[in-house]
């Protein structure tokens, strides 16, 4: 199939083999010029010298942009809100992410003229899906480049034989016996030796936990401030969102929490192993649930439990920029409006519990909740002027009418009551 070229295409790089050897590629193939546009969605990386490799692998241009603030901000926190986790264990580290990294591309292609932008993600990932589809949500006529789609390389192995030919600097990658994926939610790790899921991982591959059985003996506790469902203190200090994150990050690293390692489906029908470490998104999340408890009753926090699995598999599948996601998020910010309160965690060893929770319209009452008799005194043993101990046996028998009906029927003797 005959392939367009472009008088210019932003290509989304990130300075490994991937996205290096795509940019000579492009500029061989597919355009006049190559924009390299780097985004900082706080992956901890030297990100000046990413743009010099840029500019010394061929691109005319490179870009490095700050998208940190928005990434948190705007994508982590009203997930974390949504109670969005895959499959019941992953925090969707990378598939938050790549909106944010989308949105953005499309906003330099517009800025520098180019009609095109092209991404590293493989044709059997879910990244491909969702780059384009946030790139459609935008500029509808965008024209895509996908190396891996098009490009007769089958693998690593030809990636760095193409690199050293055209004097592309390939670092450590060659020795790298997995891929990963780096933001300041968390990493990935995938790919190589882990693509058995029986294999168990090299404890040591992590940079953002300590191994839960070299960590500290002594526990450490910390307090998550919530305000209308967004996090905005720790321990008492109020902090901005990127601050946060990276406090509670290095929190609940120090301590191996947030370790996961799944067998998820992957959007195009293939499964695919990950290893992720999330450890200040597990607190926020654990912190969430926790004021909840007591801030919603009990219809509210059943809806978010029904509304979480789909927000989550939305978002997986690459459709944050869809009416249905928005509309999912505006139910949620309306039901979050009366979470306010504070989440008190115990971390240790790699466990991450909690240990108090108060709001600051709880639902809560002692007295209610008491087995003892409340003070002022009421008419029963733990009784109140709102519940009465016999009001339970009407409760009880209408609760149970249609179970009464159906057995009645199953004895025989017929529906009548």
């Not at 709001?359 to 709102?386: C, I």
Request: hydrophobic share 40%; with cysteine.
């Amino acid at each position: 199939m005959q392939r367009k070229h472009h008088k210019r295409v932003v290509v989304a790089y990130s300075g490994g083999l991937d996205t290096s050897v795509i940019v000579k590629w492009v500029l061989e193939n597919r355009a006049d010029e190559v924009i390299a546009f780097t985004a900082d969605v706080g992956q901890g990386e030297d990100l000046l010298a990413v743009r010099d490799k840029a500019l010394r692998t061929g691109a005319t241009e490179a870009m490095v942009e700050d998208l940190r603030l928005p990434f948190v901000q705007d994508y982590v926190f009203p997930t974390v809100r949504a109670h969005g986790v895959y499959q019941d264990q992953y925090l969707l580290g990378t598939a938050i992410a790549r909106p944010v990294i989308g949105k953005a591309l499309v906003d330099c292609a517009r800025r520098v003229g180019a009609t095109a932008i092209c991404h590293g993600a493989t044709g059997k990932g879910n990244d491909q899906v969702r780059f384009e589809q946030t790139a459609f949500a935008m500029e509808p006529d965008i024209e895509i480049v996908s190396p891996w789609r098009e490009w007769d390389f089958k693998g690593r192995a030809d990636l760095v034989a193409y690199a050293e030919s055209h004097g592309i600097d390939v670092g450590e990658i060659k020795v790298k016996p997995y891929s990963m994926d780096a933001n300041i939610l968390h990493v990935s790790y995938e790919g190589g030796i882990l693509e058995d899921p029986w294999n168990e991982f090299d404890p040591k591959m992590f940079v953002m936990t300590t191994n839960p059985e070299d960590a500290p003996d002594t526990p450490e506790y910390v307090e998550i401030g919530i305000e209308r469902g967004v996090p905005v203190t720790v321990n008492g200090e109020a902090l901005e969102p990127v601050e946060m994150l990276q406090k509670l990050n290095k929190l609940a690293g120090a301590h191996g929490v947030g370790r996961v390692d799944i067998v998820e489906d992957r959007l195009i029908g293939l499964k695919s192993r990950g290893v992720y470490e999330t450890p200040g998104g597990t607190l926020l999340h654990l912190a969430m649930h926790a004021v909840e408890s007591v801030a919603l009753d009990r219809y509210q926090r059943e809806l978010l439990e029904d509304l979480g699995p789909r927000f989550a598999r939305l978002v997986y599948d690459g459709l944050w920029f869809a009416p249905e996601r928005e509309a999912l998020s505006k139910m949620v910010d309306h039901i979050q409006e009366e979470t306010t309160g504070t989440a008190r965690l115990k971390l240790y060893k790699g466990s991450a519990n909690v240990v108090g929770r108060k709001a600051q319209r709880s639902l809560y009452d002692e007295d209610l909740a008491s087995f003892e008799h409340p003070t002022p005194a009421a008419a029963g043993p733990s009784e109140t002027p709102e519940f009465r101990h016999a009001d339970a046996e009407g409760f009880i028998r209408l609760r149970s009418l249609r179970l009464r009906t159906r057995a009645r029927r199953d004895k025989g003797h017929g529906g009548g009551l």
